[in-house]
């Protein structure tokens, strides 16, 4: 089992950048892939990065690609999500997901509580 704490969330103007970070519990931190999620009110919860348990590929949601990049640090048990040129519409409640083996699965994840973000246009 693993825990997840996200930080880092908070409110800035658009064009500006925030750095998203999931800190993991446990000793088996580098058995597991790592999502960051997202979901705005109104909307379903989106995949927007991943990264796989040795850090070596990692996928971007089209919406994000070239703005956002997620890493991972295993030294620190942590995942991070850089997250550039900020847009309104990446206003949503960010959640990292960690499951067992090559992907994240969403139905079997472990889930942390999230952290806010808001892009002021």
């Known amino acids: 089992q693993v825990q997840l704490v996200e930080s880092g969330g908070g409110l800035v103007q658009a064009g500006g950048s925030l750095r998203l970070s999931c800190a993991a519990s446990?000793?088996?931190?580098?058995?597991?892939?790592i999502g960051w999620f997202r979901q705005a009110p109104g909307n379903e919860r989106e995949l927007v990065a991943s990264?796989?348990?040795?850090?070596?590929?990692?996928y971007y949601a089209r919406s994000v690609k070239d703005r956002f990049t997620i890493s991972r640090d295993s030294a620190k048990n942590t995942v991070y999500l850089q997250m550039n040129s900020l847009k309104p519409e990446d206003t949503a409640l960010y959640f990292c997901a960690a499951s067992l083996g090559l992907y994240v699965d969403p139905k079997s994840a472990y889930w942390g509580q999230g952290t806010q973000v808001t892009v002021s246009s």
């Open positions: 990264i796989s348990r040795s850090g070596g590929s990692a």
């Open positions: 446990g000793r088996t931190f580098s058995s597991y892939a």
